[in-house]
Every structure is written in structure tokens, then in C-alpha cells.
């Protein structure tokens, strides 16, 4: 897997998916999958991929992915499920607090984004990253919280 630079090439993708059987139980080849898969955007192929990910290593990044995949695809009920299991595995992540978030925001829900984006601004943070910067300055420009 190291020797692919780039996942999108024809021949790696037919490589691997030929080999997909076989190697799909070993974490660390699954997780590069993933990630690859994720990055590609090809939301169809990504989703069973995902999903067998999830059998072997069930961690909050991939409840989110498969949240974002299922928001991408329109199935709004399916992204909030994952993004709420992501969000009951740590709750002290912000991640998926803020997918959920920008989910609400995309439905027009106005009341659980208000509240979702107060969770979110009131929790304590171990360290103030530009990810969690960046978060908050997007709830703050919504015009969801009242200054």
C-alpha cells in the first residue's frame, strides 16, 4: 500500500479493490482504506467501505465520516444517528457537536443548531487548536447566537 502515492490512479484502485476480500480485516490497511476512500469522495464506494471499517476498529472518526457521506447523500436521519454516536463516544469532542451543527443549520432547524452551537461554545477545551478556532467563528458568523 505504501508504494501508491496517489489512490485515484486506475491501477491502484483495481489493485487493492482485488485484494479488498483479503486484506479488509487487517486494521491498519483498513483505516488507509478509509481514508483514501474518504478523500475520493465517491460517496457510493466509500459507505460499504466504511462500514466494514467500523466492524473492525469502531472509532468517532468514522461515525462522522459515515455521517458526512450520509448527509452528502441527502439522508439526514442516517447523518444525525452517526453524528450523535460519534458525539456519545467522546463527548468532550467538538467534531461532531459541529457536524450536527452544520446539519441543523442545513435543515433550517434553528433551535437544536442554537443549541448545539451553545454546547459547543461553552464546553471546556483542552487546547484552543485553528480547528476549533475556525469552528467557532463560523457558529459565531451563522447569526444563530445572539452577541
Known sequence: MKEYNNFNEPFCQDDILKQYHKLKYHPQFMMWFVKQMFQSKDWNNAL???????????????YCDLGTIYHQQEKYQEAKTY???????????????YKLFKLYLHERDSLNAKKVANQILNSP????NTSFLRMKAKIMNSGIIDN
Open 83 to 97: 453524528y450523535t454516536i460519534a458525539l456519545n463516544m467522546i463527548p468532550s469532542r467538538i467534531t461532531p457537536k
Open 48 to 62: 460499504p467501505v466504511l462500514k466494514d471499517a467500523l466492524l473492525i476498529y469502531p472509532c468517532l472518526e468514522i
Open 125 to 128: 477545551v483542552k487546547i484552543e
